[in-house]
């Protein structure tokens, strides 16, 4: 019991010293911050105030110090019992650590200096630099920001499945054409069909052929060729791997009458069976045809119909520009030097940016660019402004002016503001003649007028009956669409 009372005492003495050591250690602070708020301020102070400072610190630093020793040698006695009569050892040395204040003498101004310790200052010896190591390098260009882009792949086993971990500004799809003769069939299909019996898109048949698609010198080729007349008259064509609707005009049509066969050859490529995509910007880089009443096809289609309709999924068109060199309508010019690019829904007017040159568009190679965002699509040629063709915070639909029956009001009230453009598209490069689509009745030039009309049951037959007169602005190479490349970036 006594030596549990003295232990006790002696540590609540020990404690008692070190907080007076704490206080006064405090104190130093307070000195060393007053002298360096005044030193700062420019402002005098006595300089007998600190010299007493320093001596009271130090005379309460050396007694606390003692006694602090003092008492660690009693706790020793009280803790260790059986050393009773031996000699008590001698302390290991300690480091010294007392503190002292040094007050500079006044200077002439009368502003006290910040004070200075007399310990000398202590230098490391500077580390040489260190070998550059890649792996220690932080590329922040490969820092992964969630894309709004959504790409979709058609598996072996027919399904879609829809790509996960897209990062922003990643290409997520490209084709620069290398190889050849024959396209890559892992990124293209082609379509193999007719026109159909109601409506003539073109008096063109689409076929799989390296006459009328190629690659060569890394770019896809693209290229109309002619048939010959007994076959466009009385010629039997049967599509063997049709895309069309089976047991239609799309895949088997015999020439007969005024009921002619399509008189030209030529290629759709797409990507309908491999890969669609929802926003990103799409580049494509090319050098349209130049030959009268050619028709590039360069486009977006819907890959799905079934929530907007089949005719108001809407389509999206990155360039066009007709290939008759000079062709005017009511005197304004709508030929081969005015190109459009924009999208349509349904029967509504096409909205669409033009740009003319009057070099024409099919002289040189452009880079035509879709920039298709949740909020906008954004069209663009080589360096120059996007051009926005939506109207922020307003539905499309309305603004194109799209009437909406009462059973699918729902859908498109429920629908973003871009709809129907909030849907997987695919890619769809081809060229195409002729057709109801791109030419009114009223065009032409001084040479010649339109050869058919849009309303005439002879439709094909007045074309062809005609070729004289279209067919020598054929040129070997002109009349050729080619590809450099195809890329798509993630937004």
């Given at each position: 019991m006594i030596k549990s009372d003295s232990f006790s005492r002696a540590k609540e003495m020990c404690s008692e010293t070190f907080a007076k050591f704490c206080l006064i250690s405090l104190h130093v602070l307070f000195v060393h911050l007053i002298d360096g708020v005044h030193s700062q301020a420019q402002v005098s102070i006595p300089s007998d105030w600190l010299q007493?400072?320093?001596?009271?610190?130090n005379r309460e630093l050396k007694l606390q110090q003692d006694l602090m020793r003092e008492h660690a040698a009693n706790l020793w006695k009280i803790s260790h019992p059986e050393d009773k009569g031996k000699p008590t050892p001698a302390p290991t040395p300690k480091p010294h650590h007392d503190?002292?204040?040094?007050?500079?003498?006044?200077?002439?101004?009368?502003?006290?200096?910040?004070?200075?310790t007399t310990k000398e200052p202590t230098y490391e010896t500077p580390r040489p630099p260190q070998p550059y190591e890649e792996d220690n390098f932080v590329d922040l260009r490969n820092t992964c920001l969630r894309a709004k882009t959504e790409v979709w792949e058609k598996g072996s086993d027919g399904r879609w499945k829809k790509r996960k971990g897209l990062c922003r500004d990643r290409e997520v799809y490209k084709d620069e054409f290398s190889g050849g003769?024959?396209?890559?069939?892992?990124?293209?299909?082609?379509?193999?069909?007719?026109?159909?019996?109601?409506?003539?898109?073109?008096?063109?048949?689409?076929?799989?052929?390296?006459?009328?698609?190629?690659?060569?010198?890394?770019?896809?080729?693209?290229?109309?060729?002619?048939?010959?007349?007994?076959?466009?008259?009385?010629?039997?064509?049967?599509?063997e791997n049709c895309t069309g609707r089976l047991g239609s005009e799309e895949c088997d049509r015999r020439g007969r009458g005024?009921?002619?066969?399509?008189?030209?050859?030529?290629?759709?490529?797409?990507?309908?069976?491999?890969?669609?995509?929802?926003?990103?910007?799409?580049?494509?880089?090319?050098k349209l045809p130049i030959g009268d009443w050619i028709v590039p096809e360069i486009t977006l289609e819907p890959r799905r119909t079934e929530t907007y309709g089949e005719l108001k999924?809407?389509?999206i068109r990155i360039a066009l520009a007709k290939g008759n060199r000079h062709l005017t309508k009511e005197t304004k010019e709508v030929g081969n030097s005015i190109l459009e690019q924009g999208f349509e829904v349904g029967s509504s007017p096409p909205r669409k940016v033009t740009r003319e040159t009057a070099d024409g568009w099919g002289n040189a190679f452009h880079n035509y660019t879709l920039i298709w965002?949740?909020?906008?699509?954004?069209?663009?040629?080589?360096?120059?402004?996007?051009?926005?063709?939506?109207?922020?915070?307003?539905?499309?639909?309305?603004?194109?002016?799209?009437?909406?029956?009462?059973?699918?009001?729902?859908?498109?009230?429920?629908?973003?503001?871009?709809?129907?453009?909030?849907?997987?598209?695919?890619?769809?490069?081809?060229?195409?003649?002729?057709?109801?689509?791109?030419?009114p009745d009223d065009v032409g030039n001084s040479e010649q007028?339109?050869?058919?009309?849009?309303?005439?049951?002879?439709?094909?037959?007045?074309?062809?009956?005609?070729?004289?007169?279209?067919m020598k602005s054929w040129e070997e190479n002109n009349s050729t669409m080619i590809v450099d490349y195809v890329r798509i970036t993630s937004v």
């Open positions: 007493e400072s320093q001596d009271y610190i503190i002292e204040v040094v007050v500079a003498t006044p200077t002439p101004s009368l502003v006290v200096p910040k004070p200075t003769p024959r396209v890559d069939n892992t990124k293209w299909s082609h379509e193999v069909r007719m026109p159909g019996e109601d409506t003539y898109h073109g008096f063109v048949t689409y076929l799989e052929s390296v006459e009328n698609s190629y690659v060569k010198d890394n770019m896809l080729f693209i290229k109309p060729t002619v048939l010959d007349d007994r076959t466009v008259r009385t010629g039997h064509r049967f599509l005024f009921q002619f066969l399509p008189p030209v050859n030529s290629a759709l490529l797409t990507t309908k069976n491999i890969m669609a995509f929802k926003y990103g910007k799409i580049e494509i880089r090319a999924s809407g389509r965002t949740p909020d906008n699509l954004k069209f663009q040629v080589d360096d120059g402004t996007p051009e926005p063709l939506c109207t922020p915070g307003h539905p499309l639909y309305k603004t194109l002016g799209i009437r909406i029956g009462k059973q699918n009001a729902a859908i498109w009230e429920r629908a973003t503001n871009i709809a129907p453009f909030d849907k997987e598209f695919y890619i769809s490069l081809g060229l195409t003649v002729g057709g109801l689509d791109h030419f007028r339109k050869p058919w009309g849009n309303y005439d049951t002879k439709l094909l037959s007045t074309f062809w009956e005609n070729r004289a007169d279209w």
